[in-house]
């Protein structure tokens, strides 16, 4: 039986409602989903960097997978999931940037229609994606409110299954995959995984994971300071907003989190640790300078909290999930 996550635990004020919360059984269940359209993304090491770091690190390259990044694992495990009826009238996300284009793949694998509301204001590089992936966009005003009433129309009017980026125990489920490969394919007994945080989905699903397959296994998350909800939620024991203006790099980690989500981070995660923009872009031109890796700033969200000393890693072989690689080369970050 699945168990459930009343809200009012989570510090969230709006009326309660029960959320179901993915076992390892859905992870695994997910897994044996998506694996024949998904890539197995390899893990990498560098010397250069565990000299840096002081630690092990052992890489999970999801900038690697396909579209670009560990999104397409949760987008295709809620598609596929979807029952034949429901799937006929399409889905429908809004997202601005990986979930977009990974379920408008998910949704072409399985021939059905994909509606995604995108602010006017996403990259030109990211709308040219979705579309290639034949998905329709909707534009709208760049809030969350106006983002959200868009895709509750395109519900009302063609019946489409809402699938959002991580509010979503499916998407969390097929994030929780990435740590099953990890585990299976490091070679070697991890005493920690990192990851960054957003929404929360990816650090949901490797919450649990980790907390079936590797009970003594210690989870981080890492933030950028400028967007840093989760640390002083997960500080609080309260849900907490984004405060505005968010002025980081790591565009991909700007999303508050999710009652759900951070319920679920609340139970499972050891510790939430933020870091600076320089400490981003240092982490992010090492990987790209040291290990030939095209990675987005979020992705070098974790890297950096180690090279920072944000947390004890010292000594310690730890998994670090690279999220995606979706960046625009046109217009770097060390170039602005």
Known sequence: MKRRVDQRLAGHHSPARMQPVPSLADIRIAHGRIAPY???????????????????LLFKCENLQRSGAFKARGAYNAVLSLPDEMARCGVVTHSSGNHAAALALAARTRGIAAH??????????KKAAVRGYGAKIVECEPTLAAREAAAAAIVGETGAKLIPPFDNEAVIAGQGTCFVELLEDAGVELEAVTCPVGGGGLLAGTAIAAGGLAPG???????????????????????????????????????????????????????????????????????????KLLVEPSSAVPLAAILERCWDAQGKTIGVILTGGNVDIDHLPWTR
Do not use: C
């Open 217 to 291: 296994l210690s989870v981080v998350a890492a933030e950028p300071l400028a967007a840093d909800d989760a640390a002083r939620g997960f500080t609080s024991g309260v849900l907490q907003p984004q405060v505005l203006p968010l002025a980081t790099v790591a565009d991909g980690l700007t999303t508050a989190m999710s009652p759900l989500t951070f319920a679920i981070m609340r139970a499972h995660v050891q510790a939430v640790v933020t870091v600076s923009e320089a400490a981003i872009l240092e982490a992010m031109r090492l990987i790209w300078t040291r290990m």
């Open 38 to 56: 998904i890539h197995r993304t390899p893990i990498l090491t560098s010397r250069e960097i565990d000299e840096a770091a002081g630690a092990r």
């Open 116 to 125: 995604v509301v995108m602010p006017a204001n996403a990259p030109a590089v």
